[in-house]
């Protein structure tokens, strides 16, 4: 196996358990994210970091930048529901209006 691919098998192997563990405890997701699809989209992400950067992280740390990508992908796509009247309401209280 070259270095490229046994890296990438070690991405998966870290960040599996993190995305089933954050899927496991938060509704959200469940409802709204492919756990397949944000797997791949955090293994290519993460995998712009070197091995060395990676291995830098911490567990507690990894799990608290993973969580924030994955509230961001959940709540981005929540918004592409909403009706152009509850866009409205929404922008109006991120405005303090």
């Given at each position: ?8 098998h ?54 608290k ?10 709540v ?22």
């Open positions: 196996m070259d270095d490229i691919s046994s890296y990438k070690e991405l998966i192997n870290r960040i599996s358990p993190i995305v089933d563990k954050l899927f496991q405890t938060n509704s959200l997701y469940q409802v709204k994210l492919d756990k397949d699809e944000m797997l791949e989209m955090l293994v290519s992400l993460f995998g712009k970091f070197s091995p060395e950067e990676m291995r830098a992280i911490t567990d507690k740390e990894l799990t930048r993973i969580d924030s990508i994955l509230v961001l992908e959940a981005s796509g929540t918004l592409n529901d909403l009706t152009p009247e509850e866009i409205e309401i929404f922008d109006a209280a991120v405005e303090g209006r």
